[in-house]
């Protein structure tokens, strides 16, 4: 992506490496290519839902005819 586009390719919750070399600092794209953009949202989200319903009352559910 250029200069024009804004993002740079970077969107929420990118992770970045800091590349210093001499006197200049470049911002790239960290290397986990095991880790997808997909699975850093879903990280990100793990345990945060808040439903007010107990994990028995889910089940409870599940098993009703």
């Known amino acids: 992506m250029g200069a024009g586009s804004g993002g740079y390719g970077f969107l929420p919750d990118t ?11 470049r911002l790239t794209h960290a290397d986990h290519p095991e880790r997808s953009h997909r699975d850093r949202v879903v990280a990100r989200l793990r345990g945060r839902a808040r439903t007010g319903v107990t994990t028995d009352e889910i089940l409870a559910l599940t098993r009703e005819p």
């Open 15 to 25: 992770e970045v490496e800091f590349v210093i070399v001499d006197d200049t600092v």
